[in-house]
């Protein structure tokens, strides 16, 4: 863990209520670390005169180091590390803090620093081993606390988000991560390979979402975006341990404003959500609820666009997931399949001729 400086264990150490002359050690998090701007996490005990307290800390890094990095071109590559927002989470949470709605809130920020100018650290409350909200009602509940959040973050102004183009991310993803790696790799050797985890069909439907995912980009594009949490799903959401009705948000990426409806792709179809298991039905509600949460949140928007919005970003984020390593095949191909059927339905995708 990058050393701290007197200075911030003398900041984390008052807001834990540490007092004294404090020593600290740290242990690192069993946690497996994707995301580009993310160098590691640790949890760190401050010891002073009247006990002690832990914190967890996050590393923010630049994110040249960033593995992925391989496969975007020369020119996204440069694009990408000239504008990833990759430092600015403490003012993200600030942000969050002052936007949550009644049942969410950010988790509290104690302190930050910088270590030189491509590494950051960021140290916040522990929550322990506070559950995610896995349970249908809980789920629905979090759409929408998440839809109510995003209407008054839209209203309120968000500093840190619009100081990127909407839909950065999504255009990204879209055209560096698919069709730069993963769309190429399907039309080789990957397909080849694939077809021992997926039907030969899936990946040609797949391929045939490639051809058109310009058309769905510009789709989403055109629709009402809004500041938003960026990786809201299931891991990146905690119970508050003092309070179950409480949601606390986590690991809040900082992305610029998406499509309407573009937290609800991570909710439902992120890492460790259960949702594509409970079926239509209930993502059918999840929905709902989220538009609902937008009304509550001062700023009423049309369920298609919600339904466009989630599904078409879902669908360029998520609908891909079926061809990269892990151990939930099952339900990655049926995210992949109700993502590209979804989008059929809602004209997002043409109908596919069929093989």
């Given at each position: 863990m990058p050393v701290p400086a007197e200075s911030t264990l003398s900041t984390v150490a008052?807001?834990?209520?540490?007092?004294?002359?404090v020593t600290y050690s740290a242990r690192p998090l069993d946690f497996e670390i994707a995301a580009?701007?993310?160098g590691g996490l640790w949890r760190v005990r401050i010891a002073g005169a009247n006990g002690s307290a832990t914190s967890v800390v996050k590393a923010l890094r630049h994110p040249s180091g960033w593995p992925m990095l391989a496969q975007l071109s020369d020119a996204d590559r440069a694009m990408f590390l000239a504008t990833f927002p990759w430092s600015g989470e403490p003012e993200v949470l600030n942000e969050l803090t002052a936007a949550c709605p009644?049942?969410?809130r950010a988790v509290g920020l104690l302190g930050s620093q910088w270590h030189g100018d491509q590494l950051r650290t960021m140290w916040m409350e522990d929550l322990g081993e506070a559950s995610a909200p896995f349970t249908a009602e809980q789920i629905a509940s979090t759409s929408r606390l998440l839809?109510?959040?995003?209407?008054?973050?839209?209203?309120?102004?968000?500093?840190?988000?619009?100081?990127?183009?909407?839909?950065?991310?999504l255009t990204m993803i879209a055209r560096g991560r698919v069709?730069?790696?993963l769309l190429p790799l399907l039309s080789g050797p990957m397909g080849d390979a694939a077809g021992d985890l997926v039907s030969p069909e899936l990946v040609s439907d797949l391929l045939w979402v490639g051809e058109h995912l310009e058309d769905v980009l510009g789709v989403v594009h055109a629709l009402p975006q809004t500041p938003v949490h960026g990786d809201a799903a299931p891991e990146n959401l905690r119970q508050d341990p003092c309070d179950a009705g409480m949601i606390v948000l986590i690991d809040t990426a900082q992305f610029p404003r998406h499509a309407v409806g573009y937290d609800l792709g991570q909710l439902l179809f992120g890492r460790g959500s259960p949702a594509i298991a409970m079926g239509e039905d209930f993502i059918d509600d999840a929905v709902g609820?989220?538009?609902?949460?937008?009304?509550?949140?001062?700023?009423?928007?049309?369920?298609?666009?919600?339904?466009?919005?989630?599904?078409?970003?879902?669908?360029?984020?998520?609908?891909?997931?079926?061809?990269?390593?892990?151990?939930?095949?099952?339900?990655?191909?049926?995210?992949?399949?109700?993502?590209?059927?979804?989008?059929?339905?809602?004209?997002?995708?043409?109908?596919?001729?069929?093989?």
């Amino acid at each position: 863990m990058p050393v701290p400086a007197e200075s911030t264990l003398s900041t984390v150490a008052r807001a834990l209520g540490v007092t004294g002359s404090v020593t600290y050690s740290a242990r690192p998090l069993d946690f497996e670390i994707a995301a580009p701007g993310t160098g590691g996490l640790w949890r760190v005990r401050i010891a002073g005169a009247n006990g002690s307290a832990t914190s967890v800390v996050k590393a923010l890094r630049h994110p040249s180091g960033w593995p992925m990095l391989a496969q975007l071109s020369d020119a996204d590559r440069a694009m990408f590390l000239a504008t990833f927002p990759w430092s600015g989470e403490p003012e993200v949470l600030n942000e969050l803090t002052a936007a949550c709605p009644v049942g969410m809130r950010a988790v509290g920020l104690l302190g930050s620093q910088w270590h030189g100018d491509q590494l950051r650290t960021m140290w916040m409350e522990d929550l322990g081993e506070a559950s995610a909200p896995f349970t249908a009602e809980q789920i629905a509940s979090t759409s929408r606390l998440l839809g109510e959040l995003a209407g008054r973050r839209t209203l309120a102004g968000s500093a840190m988000s619009e100081a990127f183009e909407d839909g950065f991310a999504l255009t990204m993803i879209a055209r560096g991560r698919v069709m730069s790696g993963l769309l190429p790799l399907l039309s080789g050797p990957m397909g080849d390979a694939a077809g021992d985890l997926v039907s030969p069909e899936l990946v040609s439907d797949l391929l045939w979402v490639g051809e058109h995912l310009e058309d769905v980009l510009g789709v989403v594009h055109a629709l009402p975006q809004t500041p938003v949490h960026g990786d809201a799903a299931p891991e990146n959401l905690r119970q508050d341990p003092c309070d179950a009705g409480m949601i606390v948000l986590i690991d809040t990426a900082q992305f610029p404003r998406h499509a309407v409806g573009y937290d609800l792709g991570q909710l439902l179809f992120g890492r460790g959500s259960p949702a594509i298991a409970m079926g239509e039905d209930f993502i059918d509600d999840a929905v709902g609820q989220f538009v609902r949460g937008l009304a509550n949140g001062g700023l009423p928007t049309a369920a298609a666009d919600v339904w466009a919005g989630f599904v078409g970003s879902a669908l360029i984020r998520n609908g891909f997931d079926v061809v990269t390593p892990g151990d939930d095949v099952a339900d990655r191909i049926a995210t992949t399949r109700y993502l590209i059927d979804k989008a059929v339905e809602l004209g997002l995708l043409p109908h596919r001729p069929a093989h």
